[in-house]
């Protein structure tokens, strides 16, 4: 079983930055993908990054390629995102989660362990 931890939200101006971390607890999280998600009251929950098991692949939502970084640290059970030139869009709770299986890892269903979130308002 891996348990997630997100941390490094918070309030930032439009363009600034943020990193996002994810602490895993469980020895199983260093062999499963993981996936960075998003989500704003009243919509379904959507893709935003994910990085192989071993980091050495990423894939990125269109709407975040090029400001923000998936990245992880396997020897400290820890994934981060790094999040540049934000915009008021990317408000939203953000969650990370391990990827378990399927066809499409941009799909929520293919995902088992989640992390509670953690809230990133952008304001102007």
């Known amino acids: 079983q891996v348990q997630l931890v997100e941390s490094g939200g918070g309030l930032v101006q439009a363009g600034g930055s943020l990193r996002l971390s994810c602490a895993a607890s469980g020895r199983t999280f260093s062999s499963r993908g993981m996936g960075w998600f998003r989500q704003v009251p009243g919509k379904e929950r959507e893709f935003v990054a994910y990085?192989?098991?071993?980091?050495?692949?990423?894939a990125y939502a269109d709407s975040v390629k090029g400001r923000f970084t998936i990245s992880r640290d396997n020897t400290k059970n820890a994934g981060y995102l790094q999040m540049n030139t934000l915009k008021l869009d990317d408000t939203a709770v953000y969650f990370c989660?391990?990827?378990?299986?399927?066809?499409?890892?941009?799909?929520?269903?293919?995902?088992?362990?989640w992390g509670q979130g953690t809230q990133v308002t952008v304001s102007s």
């Open positions: 989660a391990t990827w378990n299986s399927g066809s499409s890892i941009k799909d929520v269903a293919t995902y088992d362990y």
């Open positions: 990085i192989s098991r071993s980091g050495g692949g990423t």
